[in-house]
């Protein structure tokens, strides 16, 4: 089990937004790979969506309930300076280090793995299961998209998603001991706005005043200053209600007040800092500024890139009317780079309690939670063709771990991704009839 991860880990399936760099002969390799380790799985029907997606389908006994199993065969590049090699997939005191680990070949393998299992053992699920594995979901490529057209084309309406995303997370809130298994029913939207000021330019000798650099300061600043609204969403009140008689006194004191009320917990929110602040409103970044090419030179143009997480109930177009209105300045346009609007919220009913039910057999001391996911994944292309889209990685980590991701000396201990192996076969196990 472990030595067929380690050699998925090795190589090297990075994605770039340039397509014309890619590697395309890791993914192929890992392709090889993946067959070679996983000779009945490969028995099932393939489709091979966009240039490296995979799409594998395994009938089952009913059709009435179709599944989705997602995962995604890219990684981030590993920069920095690693304890180990980032695709050497050392294995040193029960701990595997590597590139891909928690993000997302550590799920891939495991789903994979679990089937592979069940297959050996001449097992037939109750409910038709599909596993989707994206190539680029790291640079927000088609591949989720072309495989959603290739499930829709034939008809599938599935009961439910399952994608990456929470985890059983240990030192999740302050105070409250036991690891929260968080699964995500609604994520925030993606969109990437340009701020851009024209002017003449000049030489810095004889400035004008208010040029295209200042005025677009001014700007970044009253956006700074004036945030969206704020409202803490269901998904987050309910998450704060489970956690809070868990929570350790005076914090459980404090919670358990809290929940009673959408105002005062955002209230809360918004002041414990601004991690717990971006559960509660959607938030800007400003990641990317551009003006003059040199010191002497008036910048004829600046321009500001500004990345928004959309909290749902919030727009595109209710972040740039609520841009327009707090910069207050014609002068500065606002051109949209991309979007994608939060994911709906799916239901916390019979499909959720299921998923529930088997995190309570692989980790009885987790508290699970239905949750705001904060990061993109493919799973926001799903809700096209399906109600219920979860975001959930069976896998306990530490808040290290959490955040190796996509850093440097991300890592995953071995009895963690032998539980996060269970965990799948339990949940395909206990799918229910038709």
């Known amino acids: ?142 591949a989720a998209q072309l495989a959603v057209a290739e499930l829709r084309q034939r008809g599938v309406t599935p009961w439910f998603v399952l994608d990456e995303g929470g985890a059983v997370a ?89 929940v009673r009320s959408r105002s005062l917990l955002t209230r809360l929110l918004l002041a414990a800092g601004p991690e717990t602040a971006a559960m509660a409103r959607t938030t800007f970044a400003v990641t990317t500024l551009s003006g003059s090419p040199a010191m002497n030179v008036v910048a004829a143009s600046a321009t500001a890139g500004v990345s928004v997480r959309i909290l749902i109930g919030d727009t595109t177009e209710s972040v740039i009317r609520h841009i327009r209105r707090v910069i207050k300045d014609p002068q500065v346009q606002i051109t949209v780079l991309d979007r994608a609007e939060p994911s709906p919220s799916s239901p916390v009913d019979d499909a959720f309690d299921l998923l529930a039910a088997v995190t309570l057999t692989h980790f009885p001391e987790a508290v699970t939670s239905p949750y705001v996911m904060m990061a993109a994944t493919d799973a926001r292309f799903f809700t096209a063709i399906s109600e219920r889209v979860y975001r959930f990685t069976p896998f306990e980590m530490t808040k290290k771990q959490r955040e190796s991701i996509h850093t440097t000396d991300e890592h995953i201990t071995v009895d963690a991704y032998r539980k996060g192996v269970a965990w799948y076969g339990s949940l395909i196990e206990r799918l229910p009839g038709g």
């Open 170 to 258: 240990y030192d999740a809130f302050p105070g409250v001991d036991r690891p929260m298994a968080v699964v995500g029913v609604t994520e925030k939207g993606v969109t990437s706005l340009e701020l851009r000021v024209e002017g003449r330019g000049g030489h810095s000798s004889t400035p004008a005043p208010l040029g295209p650099t200042a005025r677009l300061a001014r700007a970044i600043t009253r956006l700074d200053r004036s945030p969206m609204r704020a409202c803490a969403p269901d998904a987050t009140m309910e998450l704060f209600r489970r956690a809070a008689p868990h929570a350790r006194p005076p914090i459980r004191y404090a919670l358990s007040t809290a």
């Open 1 to 142: 089990m472990i030595e067929a991860f380690r050699d998925l880990l090795r190589i090297p399936t990075v994605s770039t937004r340039d397509a014309a760099a890619w590697d395309h002969a890791a993914f192929d390799a890992f392709h090889e790979a993946l067959e070679r380790h996983f000779p009945m799985l490969h028995e099932l029907p393939l489709t091979r969506v966009g240039r490296h997606g995979l799409l594998f389908h395994w009938a089952g006994r009913h059709a009435d309930r179709p599944v989705v199993l997602m995962a995604h065969i890219d990684v981030v590049p590993a920069e920095g300076e690693w304890a180990h090699p980032p695709f050497g997939a050392v294995v040193e005191d029960g701990v595997i280090w590597g590139r891909g680990t928690l993000d997302c070949k550590g799920s891939l393998t495991a789903i994979c793995q679990a089937v592979e299992g069940l297959l050996a053992a001449g097992h037939t699920p109750a409910q038709d299961v599909w596993l989707s594995f994206g190539c680029d979901e790291e640079v927000a490529g088609d």
